[in-house]
């Protein structure tokens, strides 16, 4: 790291720059001029650090694939002025922009590191400060002239993920993250311990491609005891529908019921691309492992194996924005693009 290191830090809102309405009682973004008056130490930071905001910053509830597509040109426009990128974003749906960001940037070989925080930035015990300051320093790790993370990171609470392997798992915690399926990258204590062994290397040698076309028509539907069958059928016979994210049970098991299996037939049939991917926190889908998951297996349903329901849904806005042919959508979906699965 050195004053020549230069990072971009973007702000698009979060508990991490809110206060309290005192009329209200709730939290509500500030602006960003605001929140950078609160931490004096980024100018004791050894690299040189400037600062976009979102016109208007938002709590991360309201986020959407037009402002996903906001930070990818963000980041563009930026990407050879600046060594590495810092995304200040609320906690709720980091997961989400972080993983869409991941497959949105494609040939990424300089760090975008997300993080925010459980407190804001002007509470007594904010995890802001932590949070910030580690997190651009990771952005400015360099080795031999190269950037260390040539990937979308999340850091939260010490530790350094890959984003697109990340939920949330907390609302409370300043442990609000956990990566089930994969190590974190970098692990902060006195020292800031780098797991080389399992970050991406791109190289510089492709140049960045930054994709802005993404298509929502899609959705999640977790499976649960008791789901009926007229529910079950509106949604796979939703208008413009194209993807479905099935969140089965266990290691990729569903129902064996003749009137879900042949609702199923009929939706891949008429087009529908269904992703099956496990509803527990950590593990993969093993389909053909129990008799509850064969029937998808021959149906040829997409393997979602140990993605997140983060990835996978941005996964498939970024192939459908992509107009990759739909004969070609599950091979491609069960490739690892971006480190997101095995
Ligand atoms: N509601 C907030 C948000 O996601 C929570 C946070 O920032 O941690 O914007």
Wanted: with cysteine; proline share 4%; net charge neutral.
């Amino acid at each position: 790291m050195t004053k020549n290191t230069k990072i971009l830090l973007i702000y698009t809102g979060g508990t991490i720059g809110m206060v309290k309405d005192y009329e209200s009682g709730t939290l509500k973004p500030l602006n960003f001029g605001k929140l950078l008056k609160n931490i004096p130490e980024l100018y004791q930071l050894d690299c040189e650090i400037e600062s976009v905001s979102f016109k208007k910053p938002i709590d991360s509830s309201n986020m959407s694939p037009e402002h996903w597509v906001e930070i990818v040109s963000l980041i563009e426009q930026h990407y050879q002025s600046h060594d590495g990128f810092v995304v200040l974003h609320g906690s709720d749906t980091m997961s989400y922009t972080a993983a869409a960001m991941s497959f949105l940037l494609e040939n990424l070989s300089k760090p975008v590191i997300f993080t925010g925080s459980q407190l804001p930035i002007g509470d007594l015990r904010t995890d802001a400060k932590e949070n910030l300051i580690t997190s651009i320093q990771i952005a400015a790790l360099r080795e031999k002239g190269e950037p260390v993370i040539q990937e979308v990171g999340l850091y939260f609470e010490y530790k350094l993920y890959r984003a697109n392997r990340t939920t949330k798992i907390n609302a409370e915690h300043f442990e609000a993250f956990a990566s089930l399926n994969y190590p974190p990258l970098v692990e902060s204590g006195v020292h800031l311990k780098v797991n080389y062994e399992y970050l991406l290397r791109n190289g510089r040698t492709k140049k960045l491609h930054a994709h802005k076309q993404l298509d929502n028509n899609v959705v999640i539907l977790k499976l649960f005891p008791g789901l009926n069958k007229i529910v079950f059928q509106s949604i796979l016979n939703i208008p413009g529908l194209k993807a479905l994210v099935l969140e089965t049970y266990g290691a990729g098991n569903a129902p064996t019921e003749a009137w879900l299996i042949s609702a199923l037939r009929e939706a891949i049939e008429k087009g529908l691309h269904v992703v099956n991917v496990t509803q527990c926190s950590g593990g993969s889908v093993i389909m053909g492992q129990y008799e509850t998951s064969e029937q998808l297996q021959e149906l040829h349903v997409i393997n979602g194996k140990d993605i997140t329901t983060e990835a996978a849904i941005t996964k498939l806005m970024y192939l459908l924005g992509s107009q990759v042919s739909p004969k070609l959508l599950k091979t491609i979906f069960e490739t690892s693009l971006r480190g997101e699965m095995q």
